[in-house]
Structure formats: structure tokens, C-alpha cells
């Protein structure tokens, strides 16, 4: 890299932090930058220190946000009787481009994984389980992924929620709309075949 | 993008301009950077304004340089007599990386392409010929794409190279070390097969 100096060897290794990119990646877009898009590159160096410096978390659902209390928290028509659980802030944009739920959100930042440390403490749950006990919540709908970590993240919280007599729901999971059974694999497929419904 | 705040939707919209980046790529990047990487994206965005800053082009061969002589322009150990012209930068880093070539090189930053309005001024070919006056050039070696563009710009720079009479070679093109003959495009194959070789 030192062929065209050490800053560009800098920018090309500092790119390689994104998901996604690789060394020939990052290559391709530092050239890029460079050559054809600073003012776009200005940007972006910009943006990044700015959303840094003003993006948190907010305090009550761990959203991130600029404000401490984020816009969905200080939404008063919001139902306060429903708290949907979710891992990452971009299922709760997931759930609320696709769906009409309207009550609140809690989000863990990452799921249960003992292995890589990440206990109860690291995913705010004495937060949640403040809110369970002051909030007045009916339902928690518990929207973690369905891996062997999600799962085991669910199991834990709806434990939370049962003992103190608060109705647990977990999202539905099976065959996709439009999707064709030869080609789901076959844990989904025998998922969707042992969850089946009453018509 | 107003569900997380503003300067969180101006960092997903600057990360879309990097190359191979759609919406959904920035907004995992933008996640992924403000949840799991804070450091990295701060080491990004100095990376970046200092290599914005520093960057320039070299004056006599156009690469992309901290200085105003490029390490390969500088060196005095590498043969005048010898210029390889290519598009891109990257295009100089995989020729060293993959050839013993010890001369010098002139970057075009681009290709002739009249209807995007990129006319020799644009590719620097005033300098170029300038070179091919007053630095005594035995052979100038072109190495732009074999595209539609890459071939017109190397027919336009052989010509200035051949008024000169200085020798003007092409660099080969045909079927890839490793290839199979089944899987090679039809234009390739009919190219190489046109410039076949006595052995």
C-alpha cells in the first residue's frame, strides 16, 4: 500500500472495518473517493463524526437515538401495555415498515451468548425488568431471531414476564409468504409442520 | 430514516456513494458502526479527511501521490526508456504486484469517452506528449482495458507515440493462465484465436 503513501494505506485499512468489505473492496473505494467522489468522501467523513458524536442510546427502550428518550418512547399515543422485544434497532424499523404495531419496543442489543460473555446484564435486562415490574404491560411480544441464541434469549425473558403474571407471545415462525415448499429448508419446513394451526 | 434521528439518516445517505453500497448494505454499516465499532469509525472518518487532505496526483505521471514525485516517478533506478500508459492507479499496483516491470508509468485516470465529454484533455494527453518529447522513450507499452473505450484511447496514444517513432506495444490479450476453453467468453476466445502465435 506504501506505493501511493501511507495515508491511503490508512483510509484502505480503515474501511476494511465495515461489514462486508474486504481488502479489494476497500481498495476500490478509497480509489473511488480519491479520484472521482471527495466531495462525497467530505461527506461521509462528516456524517460519520457527526451521528458519533450525537447518536446514544435512548434510556428507557435502548434504542439508538439522539435525544435520551427516543421519538418512539415519546410518542404518548403509543400503547404502553405492549412491549415488543426485539435484538437490534434495525428490527424495530423492520417491524415498523411492515407492520401497525403500535405499542413500545425494548431492544437488547445482541441476544444471550454465555460463550462470548454476553449475559443478562450486557443486554439490559434488570432495564427490562424495571419496566415489567413499574410499566403497565399486558403483553410482551418477544420478536428475537430464531437461532439457538435467540431462542435461548427468549425463553429467559419470557421467564421474566411469567412470574410476574404478564401474558407472553413469541412471533410467529414457519413457511414465508411466497415461498415455495421444495425450496425452504428443511428446519423451517419441519418447524412450520410441527407448529401447525387449527383452521 | 427519521425513526433514529437526523444525523443517522445523513450517514446512511453519504455511506449509499461508496461503490457497491445500496440502502440496505448502509444502513447495516451504519448499525454495525455505531453499535459494535465505535472506534472504527472514528479511525474512518480521520482516515479519510486525511487522506483527502493529503492525497494529490503526481505531476509527471498522474498517480495518485502524497507528493508531488511519486515514489515510482522518484526512483531513479527504473528505466526512462520504458512507459506503460494505463487507466487507473489500481491498474499501476497490479502490474507491480504481478511483474518484474522496472519502468516508468503514466496514468490517463480514465478513458476517451466523447459522449460522457472526456476528451484527451481530460486523460492529460498534452502532458503525455510531452513526456513522449522530452524524456527519451524507447518503447511506451499500452496497457489500457480491451473495452470498446480502452482500445480507442490506445489507438489515440499509439499514433502519438508512432509520430515520434517511438515503438508502441500492446500488451496481450487472450485466454486467461488456467482457463478452460468452455467457460471463456465467445469475444475472448475469437480474440485470441485471431491473434494466435507461430511457436
Known sequence: MSLFGLSLGRLIEALCCLPGVGPKSAQRMAFYLLESNREGGQRLAQALLEAL?????CQTC????????????ADSRRDHGQLCVVEMPSDVQAIEQATNYAGRYFVLMGHLSPLDGV????????LLA??????????VILATNLTVEGEATAYYISELAQTRGITTTRIA??????????????NT???AFQSRQHL
Not at 458524536?53 to 442510546?57: V, Y
Not at 424495571?130 to 403483553?139: A, P, S
Not at 414465508?176 to 425450496?183: Q, T, W
Open 119 to 126: 449475559g443478562p446484564e450486557a443486554l439490559g435486562m434488570d
Open 53 to 57: 458524536d450525537k447518536m446514544t442510546h
Open 62 to 73: 435502548r434504542i439508538l437515538s439522539e435525544t435520551d428518550l427516543c421519538s418512539l418512547c
Open 130 to 139: 424495571k419496566r415489567l415490574d413499574t410499566d403497565q404491560i399486558r403483553e
Open 173 to 186: 415462525h414457519g413457511v414465508p409468504l411466497g415461498g415455495e415448499l421444495e425450496f425452504i429448508d428443511s
Open 189 to 191: 419446513l419441519s418447524h
